[in-house]
């Protein structure tokens, strides 16, 4: 059974760093096809993906905002991490780390979602 | 990421038939999936594949495609059904989300 946990602050402020983690279990970034993405929701907004990375390291950015993210995966701990930089107002939102794998296109397991305000 | 067209609501009658369309430019080349969203809860997937259904979804739940339209049909609407849905595909750069619908149980 897959599933997946997002852990970070609950509060960050302006022009901060985010660093978000996901912690997963069912499922292996070593294990070829396999991926982590992460998609954020403000709250009463639409969702909006962000970034993906897969087994081999392959990594995907949300065009509008690549210049402020890095993912990262630690095989070891089954772990993905997330950073975005230069943190405002407007980006406050529940961030949900899920599960997909390559070529499917598709989000199959989500974890429950961790809220984020950014507030001075 | 590309834009994903959704109407902002859908209102039906229990036991009624509700149909959410979603509407891009890459539609006819890229497989589309559907998520429900109940309030304050994580998106689950209802539909990948413009109309397969992960199991332990109902199966008045489908799918379907047609040139730049995917539609999400939910048969036999129940009161559990209201939430918000969302259409995904991918594009070269990556997933993108439809701008959602809330689907009203009247």
């Known amino acids: 059974q897959i599933t997946l946990k997002e852990s970070g602050p609950t509060l960050v402020k302006p022009t901060q760093t985010l660093t978000l983690t996901c912690t997963f279990s069912?499922?292996?970034?070593?294990?070829?096809?396999?991926?982590v993405g992460w998609v954020r929701q403000p709250p009463g907004k639409a969702l909006e993906w962000l970034a993906l990375?897969?087994?081999?390291?392959?990594?995907r950015y949300s065009p509008s905002l690549k210049n402020r993210l890095t993912i990262t995966k630690d095989t070891s701990k089954n772990q993905v991490v997330l950073t975005m930089t230069n943190m405002a107002p407007v980006d406050s939102a529940t961030h949900y780390c899920?599960?997909?794998?390559?070529?499917?296109?598709?989000?199959?397991?989500w974890g429950h979602g961790t809220l984020v305000t950014v507030f001075s | 990421s590309y834009e994903l067209t959704q109407p902002p609501s859908v209102s039906v009658s229990p036991g009624q038939t509700a149909r959410i369309t979603c509407s891009g430019d890459?539609?006819?080349?890229?497989?589309a999936s559907w998520y429900q969203q109940k309030p304050g809860q994580a998106p689950v997937l209802v539909i990948y594949?413009?109309?397969e259904r992960p199991s332990g979804i109902p199966e008045r739940f489908s799918g379907s495609s047609s040139g730049t339209t995917v539609t999400l049909t939910i048969s036999g609407v129940q009161a559990e059904d209201e939430a918000d849905y969302y259409c995904?595909?991918?594009?070269?750069?990556?997933?993108?989300f439809g701008t959602g619908t809330k689907v009203t149980v009247l």
């Open positions: 995904q595909s991918p594009d070269s750069s990556g997933p993108s």
């Open positions: 990375i897969y087994w081999d390291d392959d990594k």
């Open positions: 890459a539609l006819p080349r890229q497989y």
């Open positions: 069912g499922f292996s970034l070593r294990t070829s096809g396999e991926g």
């Open positions: 899920a599960h997909r794998v390559a070529g499917w296109g598709h989000f199959d397991y």
């Open positions: 594949k413009d109309s």
